[in-house]
């Protein structure tokens, strides 16, 4: 993840009331932690694309498709709220 996909991850966090950090987990983007400083989730697999990197890549109708691909694969599990789904749908893929 890079510096500006970064920065709109911690943007999207500030809206939850949550902060993130770079993870240190072998394939996880991010951890996000409560304002207490407890980690809540790991989220975003590394070796895969997340909204911003694909509107940088390969533009914002194919970012919108992929979004819509995301959210029906994980409908189950996103709404649930302080799940790693729910974190990932908020802060990554908002």
Do not use: C
Not at 1 to 12: I, P, T, V, Y
Not at 75 to 86: E, L, M, V
Request: hydrophobic share 30%.
């Amino acid at each position: 993840m890079n510096n500006a996909d970064f920065k709109l991850a911690q943007k999207n966090a500030k809206k939850l009331g949550v902060k993130i950090k770079r993870s240190k987990k072998k394939n996880k983007k991010l951890d996000v932690f409560n304002k207490e400083g407890n980690l809540l989730a790991s989220i975003g697999d590394k070796r895969y694309n997340h909204f911003h990197s694909y509107i940088r890549t390969k533009g914002k109708e194919y970012a919108e498709k992929r979004r819509t691909l995301y959210k029906i694969r994980h409908n189950k599990t996103r709404g649930k709220k302080n799940s790693p789904s729910y974190f990932a749908d908020k802060i990554l893929w908002d």
